[in-house]
């Protein structure tokens, strides 16, 4: 019985009752502010508002996103290109604040939606998104090359 002095119970009763007023603290914290990012992660239809300069023909594209938290990776794709493509994902990019920023290299045969050439030159991209709603987004593109940006939509595709 001498191992229970007044003194020992109230330390241990203190320490316990602190950790726990710190867990209920961290956790309402967490419930409040720590949300996880909206959810992009798939394949979406770009309609470009206006054709793509120094483009003979130029097709709607399809940009296919994975993502991990607020990283992204993604493809730019011709339309016509099949559910289970493996392309390379050569746009990388980040989500903040309903923004997604995307940049990276495409082929010019992609974005004319042109026959695949064997040298294809590579034009450098730049994306920038914003979430609306439904999933969809509105963005702009610009294109290494050429002067003006290039408005778009990008609606989700079902698979």
């Known amino acids: 019985m001498n191992h229970f ?5 109230a330390f241990y009763g203190v320490a316990i009752s602190s950790v726990l007023l710190l867990f209920k603290t961290v956790t309402i914290y967490g419930e409040n502010n720590l949300k996880a990012p909206p ?7 770009l309609t470009l508002a206006e ?4 483009c003979e023909k130029s097709d709607t594209l399809t940009l296919n996103i994975q993502q991990s938290g607020i ?3 993604a493809s730019v794709l011709s ?14 990019g980040i989500l903040k604040n309903q ?3 995307l940049s990276g290299k495409v082929g010019k045969s992609i974005l004319c939606n042109i026959p695949y050439p064997q040298n ?7 994306i920038q998104m914003q ?21 778009f939509t990008a609606v989700p595709q079902n698979s």
Do not use: C, W
Request: no cysteine.
């Open 51 to 54: 054709n793509l300069p120094n």
């Open 5 to 9: 002095n007044f003194k020992s119970l």
């Open 131 to 151: 979430l609306v709603d439904k999933g969809n987004m509105t963005g702009q593109l610009t294109i290494n090359g050429i002067p003006k940006t290039l408005k």
């Open 79 to 92: 339309a016509n290109a099949s559910a289970n493509t493996d392309e390379k994902h050569s746009l990388a």
């Open 39 to 45: 959810l992009v992660n798939g394949r979406y239809r």
């Open 120 to 126: 294809d030159p590579l034009n450098s991209v730049t």
């Open 99 to 101: 923004q997604l920023n």
């Open 71 to 73: 990283y992204l990776n």
